[in-house]
């Protein structure tokens, strides 16, 4: 099969993989559909996070082509939603809804790499959630999309307690943040801030359900974020990004008793103890559990409730992946799709 390797910081390329197959009786192989490249994997292509030879690619949807014979939930035909992290979703840790910390739980990056025709998801009964049926064309970015971002945006929301009548914040304007402000509203915010210096983010944000735009950032987007409440700060923060930067920032738009929800993938961020002591605000955050909400948020996006798909801006085939990567390093593109 083909497949993205990731060889070296700035090197991508396309190239024959060794056809999955099932090795456990638990695993199942899917042709993969749709898949995309996430901010996150901006880290290892940027020379930030190591990189040699990697299997890339965490987000996927697909059609279940082979089932190990432990597999009771799926048949070969199903079309289905997978999440970045393999999780059996019955232990101990998936069952309080912290799937990516299930004792099985095994990253899709790095690993299995879903950027490719085919994977093989170990654990497939509790990784991949079928859909209701064959999806429509214009559904499949969306869906695609809750494989990771949306599910990402959705529990940082989560953690954040957004809910009715509160005012939420939101640091980071890539997809993430972009679909931060979609959950926040479906959740029942009050009024969203989102902060985006970029007005194609904007816009989006805009239409995704944000109330309020804030350019500064640092110090002064925090100022903002205070003067437009009053002085007191957000109920809740959503942090995606993962700077030093950008968690201050959240910590600091949070008023005493706030909640911040951070799933930016963090890189050197350190947290000044008393600073945060004195600051009085809940912290939950780290890899989203995507499947806790896919069932909830495959149907959403079934009905067309929502549309998280728009975060989407570019779409290349498979083939042409090193582009797709050049073009969401430069700021040319929020989020690349990729056509199987």
Not at 94 to 105: I, L, N, P, T
Not at 124 to 145: F, N, Q
Not at 155 to 179: I, M, R, Y
């Amino acid at each position: 099969m083909r497949g993205v390797i990731l060889e070296a910081p700035g090197v991508v390329r396309v190239e024959d993989r060794p056809d999955p197959r099932i090795e456990e009786p638990t695993d199942a192989v899917i042709r993969i559909t749709a898949t995309c490249i996430c901010g996150s994997d901006l880290w290892p292509y940027r020379g930030i996070e190591a990189a040699d030879h990697l299997p890339m690619g965490h987000e996927y949807i697909g059609v279940v082509e082979q089932v190990g014979d432990a597999v009771t939930t799926l048949t070969v035909g199903d079309h289905v939603v997978g999440s970045f992290v393999i999780s059996d979703n019955t232990c101990e840790i998936c069952r309080a809804g912290f799937q990516s910390k299930c004792v099985h739980a095994q990253f899709v990056h790095g690993t299995i790499g879903t950027q490719a025709e085919y994977a093989r998801i170990p654990f497939a009964d509790g990784t991949l959630v079928t859909m209701p049926g064959v999806p429509d064309a214009d559904l499949v970015p969306s869906l695609l999309a809750a494989s990771d971002v949306l599910g990402t945006g959705w529990f940082a929301a989560v953690a954040a307690e957004v809910g009715p009548g509160k005012t939420v914040a939101v640091v980071g304007d890539g997809a993430v943040g972009l679909l931060g402000v979609l959950a926040a509203k479906q959740l029942g915010a009050e009024r969203i801030i989102a902060m985006s210096r970029h007005a194609d983010r904007q816009a989006l944000a805009r239409r995704f359900g944000a109330t309020d735009i804030v350019t500064e950032r640092g110090d002064d987007g925090v100022a903002k974020v205070k003067e437009l409440t009053g002085g007191l700060g957000a109920h809740s923060v959503i942090e995606a990004v993962g700077t030093q930067e950008s968690m201050m920032q959240a910590i600091r738009s949070a008023r005493p008793g706030g909640h911040i929800g951070y799933v930016g993938v963090a890189h050197g961020v350190t947290l000044p103890g008393e600073e945060l002591f004195f600051a009085e605000v809940h912290l939950l955050g780290g890899p989203a559990p995507v499947r806790r909400f896919l069932p909830e948020l495959v149907q959403l996006i079934w009905d067309r409730t929502i549309d998280p798909g728009a975060v989407f801006d570019l779409t290349l085939p498979l083939e042409d992946a090193a582009e797709g990567y050049r073009a969401m390093d430069e700021r040319r593109a929020t989020k690349v799709l990729l056509t199987v």
